[in-house]
């Protein structure tokens, strides 16, 4: 953080003329921001100055972004958005398989990326729902531990990114209610969902697996047709 407390961000683009008017918008937001055009230089340059936040460009020089996502996610405990030219499913899953937090494709959408950027600080802050303190979620034999950002099923502690952890939460704080997408998309994001982006049904389908549910008959993480998802009382 700097003299001013404006939140840090990288900007890891290789486009000079994006970076300069991503760079920009942000600033004129009340953001700090630094860039760098090379991914093999960005992965140092993460780990050391710890930015509030890195927004990541996937085709970058000398490393392409998934794998500089990959190489900082144990040492660098920040939000990265994914932001690329590509826009197929396989790269969406792929950016949260190496802990990306949020994926955005381009063209840059300024005041979406601003809402989205936002979100993500937000949630690294405290509480994604509402101001009540941090506190620990048991339904039957799920824990969802909010003040140490851990989960326990069974007893088995599990390995969940940021924001396989937050969708979670926000599940279990809402436990026997169904969500519909837009609900959950706009407590996430912090914007109304668009109606295309598949995020959320993606991290869904990533958290049953890791809680062991059904994919052909999931109990765990139930969707409602139609409507969106629920998790029930009784885990």
Known sequence: MNANNAPQILLVEDDAALAEIVADFLVSHGFEVTTEARGDTAVGRIINELPAA????????GLDGFSVCREVRSAYPGPIMILTAR?????????????????????????????????????????????????KIQLGQLIVDEANRAVQIE????????AEFDLLLLLAKNAGKVLSRNDIYEQIHGVKFDGVDRSIDLRISRLRKKLGDDPTNPERIKSVRGVGYILPLNQ
């Not at 890195?54 to 020089?61: K, R």
């Not at 007893?155 to 940021?162: N, P, V």
């Open 155 to 162: 007893g088995t502690a599990l390995d969940l990114t940021t």
């Open 54 to 61: 890195v927004i990541l460009d996937v085709n970058l020089p």
């Open 87 to 135: 826009g197929s499913e396989i790269d969406e899953v792929i950016g949260l398989e190496v802990g990306a937090d949020d994926y955005m494709a381009k063209p840059v959408r300024p005041r979406a990326l601003l809402a989205r950027l936002q979100s993500l600080l937000r949630r690294g802050v405290g509480s994604i729902v509402g101001d009540a303190p941090p506190h």
